[in-house]
């Protein structure tokens, strides 16, 4: 019988081993468990598990047992038992076995099996543990636990072979405001708030949905289509418990963009894209955090695409034609300067700005574009000039992107001086920042400026979250107002407004500035300034954007004649 035993053993061991080295990682695969079966009924084992006793200075202090039955059938004999114990790199594996109660005890051939297959067990699981561990790094962000970017590409390529990509959304999300999380509760405890906020959300979607981490604060998804109404809601803002008494708990939301994944596309690339171009939508100051791939983001991702396949060429042809939009001195209602906007004349229609611009800000080809305009400002100017009119000051916009230039200030007055232009023709008109970064190299580009002589215009103030300091520490020539101050009629905050508009203009007199006020429009709002003591305008109530030839003919006149 005994005989039989070890026979049938030597049998069975081949198709184990043949079946452990088809597993990749998981130890409990049925195929394993059927083997294992085998080999226990076959050698009178009633019971067999194993644990792993992990070190404390591997788990953070704690030392903890993880157990794994892997075969129990009828009752075991704790005396009549047999182990292995092995030190491994993650802890003390013991492996177990029990005979049946009342079983004569193995003899000395059947524990010298035993042991064989209790080893060579330990060695198939281990190499098992250590696939599932280089698995575990290649496919999840180590810090939150989620999956990674070469994860979620993988499921997506498998859901496209198996014609079920249909069924789902892709989602590309970043936190809102998170570097204010950081400042807050400090980097660690950041930390943990976004790792609970990505948990929170794999277990809010349930099975069949897979959220990774690109990096930062930058995430992707991918989830069936009756969950998006789960996955907007949680975005929209959801309460994440801190370890700070001072602030318990915070909010976290994000700008999302979403794609409904159709049937005809084909790989993840054109997957992702579409989500990411809904994101970017979000951005734009008037759209709301969350945004679905439809027809019209359809049509700026056209758009986009025929702006960078066109650009450098529309540069090379002078496409970008410059437009001057007058600015007027209120007190005799005369020209005073002029404001230099971009206009796109590609293939015989004119290109509104709004329709190129945010898109080019979001790349280096902005600044190709600022330095452009800036040159044939000056270009306009020396032939006006030249001609012997009575040029005024005309203002240049600045992207702040074009702040990581650090040669810029440079550059700026090269380009003027190239052209022999007196500085005092030139503004360079910067939108306002709330960015560390951007702040001191904004800091830096105005001191040059101001030191060199080049006028500089803090632009559109007010349209964001302005700060005093920006005007209080920065050497500014104008402070241009945004449009929104000015009071709409039987608009709800018209009085605020004037109230808000009147002690801003105040401000800026008061500390030097020059102020100008733009999207003048009406009467009321022109005998508004004036009230106020404010007598630098700019606005359709004057003149819309003109282009150059009927701009130098206001320079001629200069006069406007305006009807009080």
Sequence with gaps: MK???????????????????QTNTDILDPSITDAVTDICRAMGISYFHASIEISPELNKGVCITRQTTYFSEGEYDEKLSYSIKKHTPGGIANYNVY???????????????????????????????????????????VDLGVYNLKFLLKMVKQLLA???AAEYFCCRFNLRKFSLVNRILGRDEATNVMRTFAKGLVETLGKNSYVCRLGGDNFLMIFPNEKFDTAYNYLAGTEIPTANPKTPFIKISARAGYFD??????????????ASLALNMTRNKH?????????????????????????????????????????????????????????????????????????????????????YMLEHVCRDIRRWLDNGLDVVKISVNLSRVNLANPTLAKQIISTIAKYNVPFKYIEIEITETTSEMDLHELMKLVRALHEAKICTSIDDFGAGYSSINLIRDLPWDTMKIDRNFLPVKDEQYSDKKKTVLKHVISLAQEMGLECMVEGVETTEHVAFLKENNCYYAQGYRFDKPLPVELFEERLKTKVFKIDD
Excluded at 99 to 119: C, M, R, S, V, Y
Excluded at 342 to 361: A, Q, S, T, V
């Design 261 to 274: 994944i159709l049937e005809e596309c084909r790989t993840p690339d054109s997957i992702i894209d579409r």
């Design 3 to 21: 005989n039989e035993t070890n026979t049938r053993f030597s049998e069975l061991f081949p198709d184990f081993i043949r079946k452990m080295e």
């Design 99 to 141: 005979q049946h109660k009342g079983a004569a005890p193995w003899t000395d051939e059947e524990i010298k099996n035993i042991d064989i297959f209790l080893t060579t067990f330990f060695i198939f699981n281990g190499r098992a543990r250590a696939m599932s561990l280089c698995d575990d790094l290649m496919y999840h962000d």
């Design 287 to 371: 759209s709301c955090n969350q945004i679905i791939y439809d027809a019209k983001v359809r049509e700026m991702e056209e758009r986009n695409r025929m702006i960078d396949d066109n650009f450098n060429s529309a540069i090379e042809n002078e496409e970008f034609l410059i437009y001057y939009q007058p600015k007027v001195e209120l007190q005799n209602y005369s020209l005073c300067g002029a404001e230099a906007l971009c206009r796109w004349m590609h293939g015989g229609k004119l290109i509104p700005p709004n329709d190129f611009i945010p898109y080019l800000e979001e790349s280096s080809n902005i600044c190709t574009l600022d330095m």
């Design 162 to 164: 198996q014609r079920k």
